[in-house]
């Protein structure tokens, strides 16, 4: 394995950051929460695990997240555009929420993205997503863990 699978997280509105965490502890996985630093964020403090902050702006992250991956590594975002760049680079992507972003998928939540905030900004729809509850960060390890084993058999060149 020439290079270990990481973990690139879109770290400010990460609500399953410790969970992330854990898993790349336990599978010996390289972690990156990427942040611009406008809200807080801890770094984990465990080897191959790091905190990097990008210059404040609007997807800033997504730029640097987007341009580190690899074919062996995992994006974990809720941003749709961000899973798509990620998913043209070769790695893999999964929403917080355990959805795994694949070629198959992308485009139709792409589209699904643009029309509702077509109807949020003529008042047809309003809010944002539903808040996590114990069945989404349990259907997020399990995809994660799931995902974790394919990035692993990639970087084996098992993929």
Avoid: Y
């Avoid at 854990?22 to 964020?41: D, E, F, M, S």
């Avoid at 403090?45 to 990008?54: A, I, S």
């Amino acid at each position: 394995m020439d290079s270990p699978p990481r973990l690139l997280v879109d770290a400010d509105a990460c609500p399953v950051r410790e969970e992330a965490i854990r898993v790349a502890a336990r599978l010996g996985l390289g972690l990156v929460l990427v942040t611009n630093g406008a809200r807080p964020v801890r770094p984990p403090g465990l080897p191959g695990m790091r905190l990097v902050v990008v210059a404040e702006g609007a997807d800033k992250a997504d730029d640097w997240i987007a341009e580190e991956a690899r074919p062996v590594d995992i994006c974990l975002t809720a941003d749709i555009p961000l899973a798509a760049r990620c998913l043209a680079k070769g790695a893999l992507a999964l929403s917080f929420k355990g959805r795994p972003w694949t070629t198959d998928n992308i485009g139709s939540a792409l589209a699904g993205r643009e029309v509702a905030r077509h109807l949020r900004e003529i008042g047809a729809m309003g809010g944002g997503p539903a808040p996590m509850d114990g069945a989404d960060k349990s259907r997020f390890l399990n995809a994660l863990d799931t995902m974790c084993q394919a990035a692993l058999r990639r970087a084996r060149g098992q993929a």
